[in-house]
């Protein structure tokens, strides 16, 4: 069975508050990608454990992936025997901010609901995996939302524009962990969330780039400063909705404009950074 796992951008993220048990609440807006991973899930008779491979370098350990953690989850509250040989193809940059991780846990979730019979309700994923990731449960929608609490609230919203996407990825990534960890010793800004929704509703893009808004833009670029130096470089270039996704690194320009967006993605190529071009779903 070949499954998509779909990036996400977060044209919102604000951090309302620090739990007790570590994690925080939050107030998103999050947009999925046609930029995909590729997931190759089949059951095996034959093993005693399941196998992940995937062909990115820097993934090869999968001890600790949470594909693995997925699985091991999904057996100990469903109790199935089956075992599996997954295979990843990774096109979603990691240490990114663009949820790989999760779709990619949010992916294999529906693969074996669907493969070992668990007939889990849509309510039932969503709760595993928030168990899992604060962006599993969002990718398991797969649908522009606001998204709240530790991600496991979201509210699907409608966009009237579909989008062009830049990505720049800085050589540098960025653990989600560290960022939120520096950023408790901040005093971190608030955004307004009701213009984004508001604008993505209406097709308004000059509300949108007013609204735009990430609190963990100020201590990702204090930890990476290329982050600043990739926005300014897509605002010099013409870009006016320009923002770090998640908890960075990488940084996304959108476009209505197709011929615009090739253009410039052919340019920064040229120029030697880590670039990617995709649209909105």
């Known amino acids: 069975m070949y499954v998509k796992a779909y990036a996400k951008i977060n044209l919102f993220l604000d951090v309302i508050s620090k739990r007790d048990d570590g994690y925080h609440n939050l107030n998103m807006v999050m947009v999925p990608l046609e930029l995909h991973d590729s997931i ?3 059951s095996s008779p034959v093993l005693s454990d399941s196998f992940i491979t995937t062909d990115h370098v820097d993934l090869q350990v999968t001890k600790y992936n949470l594909i693995n953690t997925t699985l091991k989850e999904m057996k100990k509250r469903y109790g ?3 075992n599996f040989i997954i295979k990843v193809h990774k096109e979603i940059p990691i240490s990114a901010g ?6 990619n846990a949010a992916a294999v979730i529906k693969a074996i609901n669907h493969i070992a019979r668990l007939k889990l ?10 168990s899992l990731g604060a962006d599993v449960p969002y990718c398991l929608m797969n649908t522009p939302a606001h998204v709240e609490g530790i991600g496991e609230k979201v509210t699907p919203i409608k966009m009237k524009k579909k989008y062009d996407v830049i990505i720049v990825k800085p050589s540098q990534g960025l653990s989600t962990k560290k960022v939120f960890e520096y950023g408790d010793t901040l005093i971190l800004d608030h955004g307004e969330i009701d213009g984004v929704i508001k604008a993505l509703e209406t097709g308004d893009d000059e509300l949108l780039e007013k609204s735009l808004f990430n609190a963990l833009e100020k201590p990702s670029t204090v930890l990476v400063p290329e982050i ?3 926005k300014d470089k897509l605002k010099d270039m013409g870009f006016k909705l ?5 908890s960075g690194s990488s940084v996304f320009a ?3 404009n197709h011929k615009f967006a090739q ?13 990617y071009l995709t649209k909105t779903l």
Do not use: H, W
């Open 40 to 42: 190759e899930i089949e």
């Open 98 to 103: 663009l949820g790989g991780g999760s779709s």
């Open 80 to 82: 199935f025997k089956q």
């Open 242 to 246: 320009v923002l770090m996704s998640g």
């Open 228 to 230: 600043q130096d990739v």
């Open 254 to 256: 959108l476009t209505t």
């Open 263 to 275: 253009a410039k993605y052919r340019e920064l190529e040229r120029k030697g950074y880590e670039v």
């Open 121 to 130: 309700s849509t309510s039932e994923e969503i709760e595993l995996g928030s």
